[in-house]
């Protein structure tokens, strides 16, 4: 698929490896807020595989911090200038906000990654205006709140609906079906017992016809059921719940350790295409 500067193609499974430039991040918080720094970790994670660099500017989790779209925007230009030409692979905004993505998206970004789905006044057309591809992404409430009583009926059957309505927002707007990925939001307003529950049933996400990306990458749920307390020690259960989620189906992994998740993936497909 291609979009502006670069584009993803799903033969094999890519990871987007994550660049957190804020202080608050749940897992690399207050590490790359230098651009220099975040400059070389993206090029760190380029060499070590990443199919594309996600730069996000506000955390997401639960009880961050919201920033304003000035602010956003003073985090990730420099960031984004010294990264777009030279890189090599397409740069992801992990954004929201329809001044920001029209912002990101003049100055190069190729996808913009929207924990919102777009469901900001102005997001949609924002996209529909650039040439750029979004990921849609199904979150619960917001982030200040969403873990303080997530409730489904049918998680599976919410997410998708909710998935499906977005695309169809997004492709009435104008958006071509090729420049759509969608994205269930593991820990984003959803217990333990729903994200399992999310895992164990991506496939049926996949008969929505776009790309599945998956962030499951240190989180939460990989520390309750390991009880591994700090989120950079959750490697191993990350690269098990990547490698589940390849396995069924997912095309894009999002995660912080990229050259061991390039190389969990790698067995998955190998396995996957033996015959
Ligand atoms: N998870 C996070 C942020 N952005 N985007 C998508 N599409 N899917 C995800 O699961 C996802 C996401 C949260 O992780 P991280 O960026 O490491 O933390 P924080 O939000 O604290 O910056």
């Known amino acids: ?16 490896g994550v660049l957190n430039v804020t202080p608050d991040s749940f897992s690399d918080g207050g590490r790359f807020v230098d651009p220099a720094a975040a400059v070389d970790h993206a090029y760190a994670m380029a060499e070590a595989g990443a199919a594309i660099i996600d730069i996000g500017a506000e955390s997401t989790h639960p009880g961050a911090t919201p920033v304003s779209a000035a602010e956003e925007l003073d985090r990730l230009l420099p960031v984004l200038e010294g990264l777009v030409t030279e890189l090599g692979v397409p740069i992801s905004v992990d954004t929201g906000k329809p001044e920001v993505i029209a912002a990101v998206t003049s100055a190069g970004a190729s996808l913009i990654n929207d924990v919102q789905a777009l469901r900001m006044p102005g997001a949609l057309e924002a996209v529909a205006g650039a040439d750029c591809a979004v990921c849609l992404m199904h979150m619960q409430g917001e982030p200040r709140t969403m873990q303080a009583q997530p409730r489904y009926h049918d998680v599976v059957g919410e997410i998708r609906d ?25 820990g984003f307003g959803k217990t333990s017992a729903h994200n399992l ?79």
């Open 1 to 16: 698929m291609q979009w502006q500067n670069g584009g993803l193609e799903f033969d094999t499974p890519r990871v987007m």
């Open 162 to 186: 909710f998935l499906a309505a977005r695309a169809i927002a997004c492709e009435d707007a104008g958006i071509a079906p090729d420049h759509i990925l969608i994205d269930p939001g593991f």
């Open 197 to 275: 529950l999310l895992l164990q049933h991506l496939s049926e996400l996949l008969d929505l016809g776009y790309p599945v990306l998956v962030g499951l990458s240190r989180k939460s749920t990989i520390g309750e059921v390991s009880g591994v307390k700090m989120p950079e020690d959750r490697l191993a259960g990350s690269l098990a719940a990547a490698s589940l989620a390849v396995w069924l189906g997912a095309s894009v992994v999002r995660a912080h350790d990229v050259a061991a998740t390039v190389q969990a993936l790698a067995g998955i497909h190998a396995t996957r295409r033996q015959v």
